[in-house]
């Protein structure tokens, strides 16, 4: 694989809210408005060659934060930029350069292909749009990238409901290769498939990011698969990260009470390896009314008075990589283990 590289894509705060629909009651008691806070400043980058992981309850906002990576959502604060050039203000042919250079991978593949069209017709469609090669050269493009992902090049005059579920992800996996992309964002691409399946289509995935250089954000709440594919993690809880850092010195010494809670929930991960921490306890706080001062604090076994006041931003605090808590934990000797292809058997 490719070794993580410079900056590719940098976050800054970025925040993205919600209004939501007024209910009868709500119009009836002249209530305003309510504000779904999904993203309340997140920042981050990713490098060329990594595989960053994202990890969260459900709800936590990490597939918001890769619609707002592509620009299906416009964020409502904060910046992005890609190779230093300010993405939010892109338009036009270079708005759509941007979208050919990071591409997102859904997690149902189904929904995301035009039913109409034959994968031939799929995939000429994204290089003709891009103008990625001439006309005459495309059935031969076509043919070199049903070959990368490992699917017979006869298929590719069939349409999607003739294939599998894996088989629909290869093929959303090659249209997005198709207009050659820097950065794959992956959206739980996998959660939809069977367990064998799944590991097929990891592989799959860093087999490219070996082959072409890929930068992968991978999105997903399975800390299992993260701890096996990502250089880095970073952790999210109610729209915000909580701590970012290299996957295995965060998995041998977690220094968020979060992070080391939900590592709790899955003692196996790291094989020997034994924590007196307690799985994260409670439901996650409602974004239409996040707590005040640390949004871990109503769940936090080490909460202390300024958690409850004071938001702790992401922050070193004298760490080797940032966490934001007020008493981030001390970083004990990390256990290396290698990254390694995946079985999910
Ligand atoms: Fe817990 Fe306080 Fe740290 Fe939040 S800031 S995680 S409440 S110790």
């Known amino acids: 694989m490719s070794t993580p590289g410079d900056i590719l894509l940098q976050a800054q705060d970025l925040r993205k809210s919600f209004s939501l629909q007024r209910t009868m009651p709500d119009v009836l008691q002249r209530r305003p408005r309510r504000l779904l806070r999904a993203l309340n400043g997140v920042s981050f980058d990713v490098r060329r060659g990594e595989t960053l992981g994202i990890v969260g309850e459900s709800g936590c906002g990490k597939s918001t934060l890769a ?21 939010l203000a892109l338009s036009g042919p270079e708005r759509r350069t941007y979208n050919r250079r990071v591409q997102m991978i859904f997690q149902d593949p189904y929904s995301s292909l035009n039913p109409r069209l034959t994968v ?101 709440h399975d800390l299992r698969l993260v701890h096996h594919i990502a250089h880095r993690i970073a952790v999210m809880y109610l729209g915000a990260i909580m701590e970012i850092g290299p996957t295995e010195e965060i998995f041998a010494s977690a220094r968020h009470p979060y992070t080391r809670a939900l590592l709790a929930a899955v003692p196996r991960l790291v094989p020997g390896r034994r924590s007196g921490a307690t799985a994260v306890q409670g439901e996650l706080p409602s974004p239409l009314a996040p707590p005040p001062g640390c949004p871990f604090h109503p769940r936090c076994p080490i909460a202390k008075a300024i958690c409850r006041q004071d938001v702790p931003g992401l922050g070193l605090r004298g760490g080797p990589w940032p966490a934001a808590c007020h008493f981030a934990g001390p970083v004990e000797a990390p256990a290396p283990l290698p990254r390694q292809n995946i079985s999910l058997l």
């Open 67 to 87: 619609r707002c990576l592509v620009r299906l959502h416009e964020p409502d604060g904060g910046s992005l930029t890609f190779k230093e050039q300010d993405v």
């Open 120 to 220: 031939r017709q799929c995939l000429a469609e994204a290089l003709s749009v891009h103008r990625i090669v001439p006309a005459s050269e495309i059935d031969a493009r076509v043919v070199r990238l049903m070959d990368l992902v490992h699917l017979p090049r006869e298929a590719a005059d069939r349409y999607p409901h003739e294939f599998s579920g894996g088989q629909r992800q290869r093929i959303g996996i090659a249209r997005a290769l198709a207009v050659e992309p820097e950065i794959i964002i992956a959206d739980e691409p996998v959660s939809a498939l069977d367990v064998s399946v799944q590991a097929q289509i990891v592989n799959l995935l860093l087999e490219l990011q070996n082959e072409l250089g890929l930068a992968l954000v991978f999105i997903t």
